[in-house]
């Protein structure tokens, strides 16, 4: 290559905007020659540059038309983009990125969509990688400098300054700087079209249940044990809701114990020969004829016990031998067995059980924590048995409506698809069936809801609007239904804190009743998150569950 080549070569390396209207013939051939050459499942669409001096060793790239790579950029992993996308000099992309339609990424700046697990168990260099991946909608604009860590959604219209460090998801039309990344005004107006959004008042929610939490867990520890409130029996789920509490408002353990303490007393709840949890003071639950539990506390302690353990990185340290031994065979004659007709909640319940034990199964001893084909019978019993028109499994009542599908649909698909992030079937049918549902005023209305039902349909939502594509962006299928449900129950839920006390649970047959104390604390700050996620409102409050009612697939 002669002198003159080698400085076209730079020149359009640095500058590829201009390679399109200014690249001779000769130029264009070599450049064709380098695309074809990346390597990996690529493809490049029309009028796009990738600079020579690049580092691009993607295993999957797409590539859209108008799009460019380029100087010293460094791509591994899955990058796919939209039309007009560029990547500006040393910029980095690893791991699994997702780019919208119009984005710019600034120069030295870092998408990566990938991390090192941490547990102390090995070194950092030895432990495995995790990848959630990073999606980035359209038109928007990343400073130089930016660093957007796995997991984060970026949405559509936003941009990121200069330095940034992102580490939540920014909802649409954000301008956010930062480290951490923090909004500091709608792109449309000025910060009063936050506040007429209801951003301003999330923010002192949460700013006010932040300052309380330590009274609040405090109220309930009785000098040994938790309760959900005060003279209540301690139980297994307070010490559990506690753990929740703290990591969601103080990103730390209750103050009563150590992280060790409660750790280890957690783990001394689990029967080392079954790997269940009965209730303080109660017999253990005797196993069915297939090895595993009906109904009872031990049932949601799977999940209660589990996921507070996971939150102070500690883990069950034993196995749940019922799901551990149950054959494929067992598994599905048990399915087939379960109250669909007139108990669809009890239903779901027991297959979030099952499948969350056998999630803490596979994370304790591998692929040996559950038989060969019994997660495989699972998703394939779930798969032809749902109901193609509301997409949901059971059926309803004159007596309580879509109670039992809905609320059971919540537990069923959060332990099964949520949980292994698989997407659910009919998302649209589920949207329509939960917004019908959410409208029968049997279960909703002044004094008749309670967190359970409004969960119960709160992710349903959020997490099939998620996977439609749709979000908070507001253009999506029943967007206008599903924004205007959120807004009400979120306006209405803000107001029943109580200073010092948290959240009742609220009325009806199932829970602790509409005293404030733990439980209904630890299910209403989750709801309040996912509604306000839903209007594209959550990072207002500063927090996101990260225990049982997380969003993300567990890890």
Request: proline share 7%; aromatic share 8%; glycine share 12%.
């Amino acid at each position: 290559m002669s002198q003159q080549q080698e400085a076209d070569v730079r020149h359009f390396d640095h500058c590829p905007w201009l390679f399109a209207a200014e690249a001779a013939e000769e130029q264009r051939v070599v450049q064709r020659e380098r695309q074809r050459n990346i390597g990996g499942d690529s493809e490049v669409g029309e009028r796009c540059y990738v600079a020579e001096s690049a580092a691009v060793f993607p295993d999957l790239l797409r590539l859209g038309d108008d799009s460019y790579i380029a100087a010293h950029a460094y791509v591994t992993g899955e990058l796919t983009t939209g039309a007009d996308c560029t990547l500006n000099p040393y910029a980095t992309v690893r791991g699994t990125v997702n780019l919208g339609n119009g984005v710019r990424i600034g120069a030295h700046t870092s998408l990566l969509g990938f991390n090192h697990s941490m547990a102390p168990d090995r070194p950092v260099f030895q432990q495995p990688l995790t990848s959630q991946g990073i999606t980035i909608g359209d038109d928007v604009w990343i400073g130089s400098h930016v660093v957007v860590v796995d997991g984060v959604t970026i949405g559509d219209h936003c941009v990121i300054g200069a330095g940034a460090v992102v580490t939540k998801d920014v909802p649409a039309w954000t301008v956010a700087a930062g480290n951490p990344a923090r909004p500091l005004r709608d792109r449309r107006g000025a910060r009063a079209t936050l506040a007429a959004h209801g951003a301003d008042p999330l923010t002192r929610f949460a700013e006010n249940a932040r300052a309380q939490a330590a009274d609040i867990l405090a109220r309930c520890w009785d000098g040994d044990r938790y309760v959900d409130r005060p003279g209540a029996t301690p139980t297994v789920r307070a010490h559990c809701d506690a753990v929740e509490i703290a990591d969601l408002l103080l990103g730390s353990v209750p103050e009563q114990l150590t992280a060790e303490e409660h750790g280890k007393r957690l783990c001394a709840t689990q029967d080392p020969d079954t790997g269940l949890t009965p209730e303080f003071g109660e017999p253990l639950p005797t196993p069915d004829d297939d090895g595993f539990i009906g109904d009872g506390p031990a049932l949601y302690h799977i999940l209660s016990v589990g996921y507070a353990l996971d939150l102070l990185g500690a883990s069950f340290p034993h196995p749940v031998c019922g799901t551990q031994k149950m054959t494929p065979r067992q598994l599905v004659a048990r399915l087939d067995g379960l109250p669909w007709r007139d108990g669809a909640w009890g239903a779901g319940a027991w297959i979030d059980a099952w499948a969350t034990a056998t999630h803490w199964n596979l994370r304790h001893a591998g692929d040996g924590g559950v038989q060969p084909g019994a997660l495989e019978a699972l998703f394939g019993w779930l798969l032809t048995r749902v109901d193609p028109w509301t997409g949901m499994w059971g059926s309803p009542s004159p007596e309580s409506g879509r109670l039992q599908v809905v609320n059971g649909y919540y537990r069923l698909t959060r332990g099964s698809f949520a949980q292994f992030g698989l997407p659910v079937p009919h998302p649209e049918r589920v949207v329509d069936a939960v917004l019908d549902h959410a409208r029968d005023s049997r279960h909703f209305g002044s004094g008749r809801d309670n967190a359970c039902n409004v969960l119960d349909v709160a992710h349903p939502l959020w997490m099939c609007t998620r996977q439609l594509g749709t979000g908070s962006r507001g253009d999506g299928y029943r967007s206008a239904d599903v924004r205007a449900w959120a807004e009400r129950q979120l306006a209405a839920i803000l107001l029943r804190w109580q200073n010092g006390r948290g959240f009742g649970f609220g009325s009806g047959p199932a829970g602790p009743g509409p005293e404030p104390g733990l439980q209904g604390t630890e299910m209403w700050l989750a709801i309040i998150w996912y509604l306000a996620d839903l209007l594209g409102r959550s990072e207002a409050l500063g927090y996101r569950p990260r225990g049982v009612h997380g969003p993300e697939p567990a890890r």
